[in-house]
């Protein structure tokens, strides 16, 4: 007898879905394409696909998240979910385009160097009036938003010293530098953000 498989959970995608939801429906209501970076469980995906049917909701992810990506798609069995791509950061990107690009709790987990070839690989995939919206936790002047943000962080050091939360002032200088404008930056729940950037027409 097959055991059917079980669908990855995460309790933060449950939490932070509909407060992220309500900044994406401002930021996409637009968008017609969204590449989301690391779609982890895939949680997000089928909520936020089924709330912005407008929008194509492309998932990718390394390889080893990819099965349980399916298996909520495969549940859900929305039309605007294609198959999942292979993707890591450091290696090839899709060789088409998107108008907007989302990836949540992310940067905190990659290291710096990792960033820092998301944003040099986005120009290849951003449309010209792209949108790209980032949520998770951010330091501000080099300091922690928070004791929960602090201890959170020293939890990601001690789990892999190359993680930790990321300066707004860093990753705002990386996505100036490939021709985006900061709109908004938005708090949110548990102490984290949400910030969006727009494709400047001379990118």
Request: hydrophobic fraction near 45%; charged fraction near 20%.
């Given at each position: 007898m097959?055991?059917?498989a079980l669908?990855?959970w995460?309790?933060?995608?449950?939490?932070?879905?509909?407060?992220?939801?309500?900044?994406?429906?401002?930021?996409?209501?637009?968008?017609?394409?969204v590449?989301?970076?690391?779609?982890?469980?895939?949680?997000?995906?089928?909520?936020?696909?089924?709330?912005?049917?407008?929008?194509?909701?492309?998932?990718?992810?390394?390889?080893?998240?990819?099965?349980g990506?399916?298996?909520?798609?495969?549940?859900?069995?929305?039309?605007?979910?294609?198959?999942?791509?292979?993707?890591?950061?450091?290696?090839?990107?899709?060789?088409?385009?998107?108008?907007?690009v989302?990836?949540?709790n992310?940067?905190?987990?990659?290291?710096?160097?990792?960033?820092?070839?998301?944003?040099?690989?986005?120009?290849?995939?951003?449309a010209?009036?792209?949108?790209l919206?980032i949520?998770?936790?951010?330091?501000?002047?080099?300091?922690?938003?928070?004791?929960?943000?602090?201890?959170?962080?020293?939890?990601?050091r001690?789990?892999?010293?190359?993680?930790?939360?990321?300066?707004?002032?860093?990753?705002?200088?990386?996505?100036?530098?490939?021709?985006?404008?900061?709109v908004?930056?938005?708090a949110?729940?548990?102490?984290?953000?949400?910030?969006?950037w727009?494709?400047?027409?001379?990118?």
């Amino acid at each position: 007898m097959n055991i059917p498989a079980l669908k990855p959970w995460s309790a933060a995608c449950e939490r932070n879905q509909e407060p992220i939801l309500a900044v994406l429906r401002e930021q996409f209501a637009d968008r017609q394409r969204v590449l989301e970076v690391g779609s982890g469980t895939g949680q997000h995906a089928v909520h936020f696909a089924a709330a912005l049917p407008q929008l194509s909701w492309q998932t990718s992810d390394r390889p080893e998240w990819l099965p349980g990506i399916r298996l909520w798609l495969a549940e859900a069995g929305l039309p605007n979910t294609p198959p999942p791509l292979t993707l890591d950061v450091t290696g090839p990107w899709p060789a088409e385009q998107f108008d907007a690009v989302f990836s949540a709790n992310t940067l905190h987990i990659m290291g710096w160097p990792e960033v820092e070839a998301l944003f040099a690989a986005l120009p290849a995939v951003l449309a010209p009036d792209a949108r790209l919206t980032i949520y998770g936790p951010f330091n501000y002047g080099g300091r922690f938003t928070s004791p929960s943000n602090a201890a959170f962080d020293a939890a990601l050091r001690a789990d892999d010293p190359k993680r930790g939360i990321r300066d707004f002032e860093a990753v705002d200088a990386l996505a100036r530098a490939i021709g985006l404008r900061l709109v908004e930056d938005r708090a949110m729940p548990a102490n984290n953000r949400c910030l969006s950037w727009r494709r400047t027409p001379a990118a």
